[in-house]
């Protein structure tokens, strides 16, 4: 079989793997904190003989390291992260980390992320308090402050550059480096009464989308018109 059907092959599953993050990005456009997905793709090549024939990869996921925009909402509980840093959440498989910081409180006084986990302080803990108080004062280095009573600080966290991160259905992701408290507020820091919005462009998306649409379209008619030239190869040849 010829070469060019492979690179064929090669190159639809590259743009199903490109449709999958789409998909992805374009259903979570209105959830708050999340980032959007992309792909890199790199060439691999192949030699036979003095011949070389080039081929794209399946593609590597990433997750964006741009920052949504935030939308003031005016609910105590509602928390932004300015800059490159991360809530924690304490979840069943350890502490996840999270951009969305819409939070509530349990009738136990437990402060929890939207997803129902527990939100945790720069010591992997969670944090505690009144439920039956009023609502909490957050300050820009995440300290909890209620009723006059300083209850602790919400954890901020840097994930380090370079990490792979892992998303979880929880809202949330993993990082393949261990993630550090966060330091210095001038570069991070917490807005209270704030959400940050995805960082998805849904006009961006629905362009990629009728991309990747044209391009499959466009191999899979050379892949058709590759096959009917060998099939008329064959029937000429074979008399």
Request: cysteine-free; overall charge negative.
């Amino acid at each position: 079989m010829q070469s060019n059907i492979y690179v064929a092959v090669s190159g639809q599953l590259s743009l199903l793997k490109r449709l999958e993050t789409v998909a992805q990005n374009i259903a979570n456009v209105g959830t708050p904190g999340y980032r959007t997905e992309r792909i890199s793709f790199e060439e691999i090549l192949s030699r036979s003989g003095d011949a070389t024939t080039s081929f794209v990869s399946e593609g590597r996921t990433f997750i964006s390291k741009q920052s949504g925009a935030l939308d003031k909402t005016g609910n105590p509980l509602d928390v932004a992260v300015n800059g490159e840093a991360w809530l924690g959440l304490l979840t069943p498989t350890g502490v996840a980390y999270t951009r969305d910081g819409r939070m509530t409180i349990s009738p136990t006084g437990e402060l929890l992320s939207a997803q129902g986990f527990p939100i945790v302080d720069v010591g992997g803990s969670p944090l505690q308090i009144n439920a039956n108080g009023s609502p909490p004062a957050i300050g820009k280095d995440g300290s909890l402050v209620q009723d006059g009573v300083n209850l602790g600080r919400i954890g901020l966290f840097t994930i380090p550059a370079g990490s792979n991160l892992r998303r979880q259905d929880i809202g949330g992701v993993i990082p393949d480096q261990p993630a550090e408290p966060a330091l210095d507020f001038n570069s991070v820091s917490i807005a209270q009464g704030f959400i940050e919005r995805s960082n998805t462009n849904p006009v961006m998306e629905m362009t990629r989308l009728i991309s990747i649409q044209r391009t499959f379209d466009a191999i899979s008619n050379s892949v058709a018109e590759t096959e009917e030239g060998l099939a008329n190869a064959i029937r000429t040849l074979g008399g």
